[in-house]
């Protein structure tokens, strides 16, 4: 079945405790995202990756990485996690295909709460 | 820069109303657009997409009809049933690739309540 994996799914930690959230996709997308979503704001992008070591900044990296040493697997990496990192996490794929017109496929999520 | 604007919710319709949830968007070129549903607890999944000035999308009942004219990607229901229970997220995504171009941007989402 095609999929995108996200883990952990629910997560509670403490202020400066590093983490590592795994994103997996089993259709050989070129293309990688990490979003954000929180009430009223909607989903914003925090990284994207377009292949294989290729990652580039989207609209909130501030206190995040990421790294795409495979094509399979786009982990993203908070490395001092604040409270305002609460929040809930999708990593999504997709083809790259000329003219943009990919849809991307989105994991179910990752809730993360730091305290 | 590229931006996508839709009605802001919460929208509470009864069972079999006609829905219509407002996306208007900005971007350069031609994008494609889409609309990704959001269920309770779940990610986002793809409801429809158009590609193309004048395409249609549609699925499960819903439409949507890509206006270039208006910058405009309407999302329309004639009947909607208490599973339609959801959020709906009108989106963007504007090629060719390079750079950040081919990035999906999201509208705020629009939450749908339907009542028995």
């Known amino acids: 079945e095609a999929q995108v994996t996200q883990n952990p799914r629910y997560l509670i930690t403490v202020t400066g405790k590093k983490l590592t959230v795994t994103c997996s996709q089993n259709?050989?997308?070129?293309?990688m995202s990490w979003y954000r979503q929180d009430p009223g704001l909607g989903l914003r992008q925090i990284y994207y990756?377009?292949?294989?070591?290729?990652?580039d900044k989207g609209d909130v990296p501030e206190g995040y990485k990421v790294s795409r040493k495979e094509k399979r697997n786009f982990p993203l990496i908070l490395e001092s996690p604040s409270p305002n990192q609460t929040s809930l996490y999708f990593c999504?794929?997709?083809?790259?295909?000329?003219?943009?017109?990919?849809?991307?496929?989105f994991g179910e999520g990752s809730r993360l709460t730091v305290l | 820069g590229n931006s996508v604007t839709q009605m802001e919710g919460p929208v509470t319709l009864s069972e079999e109303a006609f829905l219509t949830i407002n996306c208007t968007y900005t971007a350069t070129g031609y994008p494609s657009l889409f609309w990704y549903v959001q269920y309770p607890g779940e990610g986002l999944q793809l409801l429809l997409k158009a590609t193309k000035a004048d395409d249609k999308g549609s699925n499960k009942g819903f439409e949507a009809t890509y206006r270039k004219e208006t910058t405009s990607f309407h999302l329309e229901k004639g009947s909607v049933q208490v599973s339609d229970s959801a959020v709906y997220f009108c989106a963007l995504r504007r090629g060719p690739y390079g750079g950040s171009q081919g990035n999906l941007i999201f509208g705020k989402g629009t939450k749908l309540s339907v009542k028995p």
């Open positions: 259709m050989n997308h070129e293309y």
């Open positions: 990756s377009m292949n294989v070591e290729v990652t």
């Open positions: 999504a794929s997709s083809p790259l295909l000329a003219g943009g017109h990919g849809e991307l496929f």
